[in-house]
């Protein structure tokens, strides 16, 4: 399809950032496995790199690939992270979590030197809240959490798979919060933080330093 080519060509073009010697952020989702796909080439044919993944299945894959792994004690600060994003804004500010695996992203994310995410035109949007924003929380009393984040304006719905609760790497449940617009992410991300017992939001904010956005044949570069 259109939007499976165009998360090729920012794929492609996010391997040109990568260098010898490097230790990667290694993200999760179908962007990033087009990229680890390229990547794994690249090792192959000799590329020195060692990678931080962001899930257990993009741990699986990159062995598949033969892609040197390493971990966040080993190495606290990454070279660059790539990672995909289920919307991103103007000012580069991103949902994420769409794949249930945003507490380890934003772990690995937030430690490296440059951080930078890899979509289809279909991400870009102009304001956040379209897509229902991941919560990660702990299973004890989640419920009552759901009813904590319903209160901030959404509606929050516990995400399931096969009818049973999707259950994180981390052994934790994950709440999608339907907010349809999210007028001040900043204000947002602090007031879910707070509720005790939330782990992580999918509002990746601040962080976001080169977005590469397949558009057709083209990838459009945006540099912070
Ligand atoms: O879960 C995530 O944060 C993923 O990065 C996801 O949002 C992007 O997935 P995609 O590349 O399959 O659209």
Redesign the pocket.
Known sequence: TNQSKQ?VHAARKAIEYVEDGMVLGL???????VFLDLLGERVQAGLQIKGVPTSVKTEQKAKQLGIPLTTLSDHPKLDLAF????EIDPDFQ?????????LR?KMVDVTAKQFIV???ES?MVNQLGAFPL?VEVVKFGWDSIREQLEALGCDAVLREVDGLPFETDNDQFIIDCHFHQIENPHMLRDQIKSIVGVVEV?LFLDMTDIVLVGVDEEVIIYEK
């Not at 990672?83 to 289920?86: P, R």
């Not at 991103?94 to 945003?102: I, P």
């Open positions: 998360k993200g999760t989702g179908s962007t990033m496995d990672d995909g994003a289920d991103l949902t994420k979590g769409g794949g249930g695996s945003l992203e890899v979509a289809d991400k991941p999918g």
